[in-house]
């Protein structure tokens, strides 16, 4: 069952946009809109901030987008703040023999 | 005001068992799916398991299936995870996190988490 595949790290300064990618399969992320994403700042526990590859959660700041192109998702910051340093996380459903996949992680970085 | 708070970790030796709960609150248990989630020291999340809540079908991630059960008492709205066969691999945080409504769209809850340490 491997990870889905994120960049390590990705970095930007404040008010510009950084995009973090997600690659998987047709047996997950290609093969189903179920690609969620997570913020988890250091310490705490991760919190939604995109389901079903473009929704927001009610409360969510619309600074997040999240699409999907083949096999690959990605979220788009905007206006990137200092707060949105933290670790970022996608996860699919997955019609392998497991249900869910989390991606690798990726370290934002705010300059 | 949704809640999900995850109790029972602590330390164990290789080869040990220890069950972890998970008392939910503010929402109808009996219409969600319900997750566990993991997070080593310093490494990123591992899904390890989901009980459905329509039929309370089971998964498991390769790397715990066959020692660990995942359950739930709906009538305690409270989620279960049995860990048997404890490996020093296990050793991570363990979260409860809530499904969306659709079991496969994601958890838009979390606990705080319990740390499991696997060690002699």
């Known amino acids: 069952q491997s990870a889905l595949s994120q960049p390590a790290s990705v970095s930007g300064s404040p008010g510009q946009s950084i995009t973090i990618s997600c690659t998987g399969t047709s047996s997950d992320v290609g093969g189903f809109n179920y690609v969620s994403w997570y913020q988890q700042h250091p310490g705490k526990a991760p919190k939604l901030i995109i389901y079903n590859v473009s929704n927001r959660p009610s409360g969510v700041s619309d600074r997040f987008s999240g699409s999907k192109s083949g096999n690959t998702a990605s979220l788009t910051l905007s206006g990137l703040q200092a707060e949105d340093e933290a670790d970022y996380y996608c996860c699919s459903y997955s019609s392998s023999t497991t249900f869910y996949v989390f991606g690798s992680g990726t370290k934002v970085t705010v300059l | 005001e949704v809640q999900v708070l995850e109790s029972g970790g602590g330390l164990v030796q290789p080869g040990g068992s220890l069950k972890l709960s998970c008392a939910a609150s503010g929402f109808t248990f009996t219409s969600y799916a319900m997750n566990w989630v993991r997070q080593a020291p310093g490494k990123g999340l591992q899904w390890v398991s989901t009980i459905t809540a329509t039929d309370d079908s089971t998964y498991y991630a390769d790397s715990v299936k066959g020692r660990f059960i995942i359950s739930r008492d709906n009538s305690k709205n409270t989620l279960y995870l049995q860990m048997n066969s404890l490996r020093v691999e296990d050793t991570a945080v363990y979260y409860c996190?809530?499904?969306?409504?659709?079991?496969?769209?994601?958890?838009?809850?979390w606990g705080q988490g319990t740390l499991v340490t696997v060690s002699t």
């Open positions: 996190a809530k499904a969306l409504r659709g079991a496969t769209q994601g958890c838009d809850s």
